[in-house]
């Protein structure tokens, strides 16, 4: 019973930690990348959006020679 304690406890303990670690990370790729303003570009950035609750619809602030192009038809 003590092993499952520790597991338990081991588990609370850890998964703060290892949401800090993923939005962390993800927040400094996004910022590097200017990627805000869209869709997120991959499942981590994705996660982060999702635990920290942000949305960017309506958001439009970079500048004219960041903006992604529209794909070609």
């Known amino acids: ?13 850890s998964a703060p930690v290892f949401a800090v670690v993923v939005v962390s990370v993800a927040s400094r790729r996004e910022d590097r990348a200017w990627t805000l303003a869209g869709p997120p570009p991959g ?10 609750y942000f949305h960017s619809v309506g958001v439009d602030w970079l500048p004219a020679c960041r903006r992604p192009r529209p794909p070609l038809r």
């Open 1 to 13: 019973m003590a092993v499952v304690l520790w597991v338990i406890a081991a588990a609370m303990t």
């Open 43 to 52: 499942p981590a950035q994705a996660m982060a959006r999702y635990l920290v």
